[in-house]
């Protein structure tokens, strides 16, 4: 098994930055990619960011040029730098993990965080 602890949530300005981050543990070791995932309320879970074992990242084209993903070698730590922040960025951020070698737009991840809430002020 594999936990997630992500951390880093709350209120930022628009147009401010914030740093989430995901503490992996457990199986690490079981973990070919990684991802950060958004859920604004009354709307779908939606892929952000997500990063595989040869460190590529990959962006929603609603982030590109504004979120960063991370991680560590190992993937004990997966980070997400947002930059810009505007009122749509505002949602619950959570953290998966994927024994697959990637992770896609239908991808299940099977390893998920409880989540970190963002808040944007205008």
Do not use: H
């Amino acid at each position: 098994q594999v936990q997630l602890v992500e951390s880093g949530g709350g209120l930022v300005q628009a147009g401010g930055s914030l740093r989430l981050s995901c503490a992996a543990s457990g199986s690490t070791s079981r973990i070919n990619a990684m991802g950060w995932y958004r859920q604004r309320p009354g709307e779908q879970r939606e892929l952000v960011a997500d990063i595989n074992s040869d460190f590529i990242p990959k962006y929603a084209p609603s982030v590109k040029g504004r979120f960063t993903i991370s991680r560590q070698r190992g993937w004990t730590t997966l980070t997400l730098q947002m930059n810009n922040v505007n009122s749509g960025d505002a949602a619950v951020y959570y953290c998966a993990a994927v024994r697959s070698l990637a992770i896609t737009d239908t991808t299940m991840p099977p390893y998920w965080g409880q989540g970190t809430q963002v808040t944007v002020s205008s």
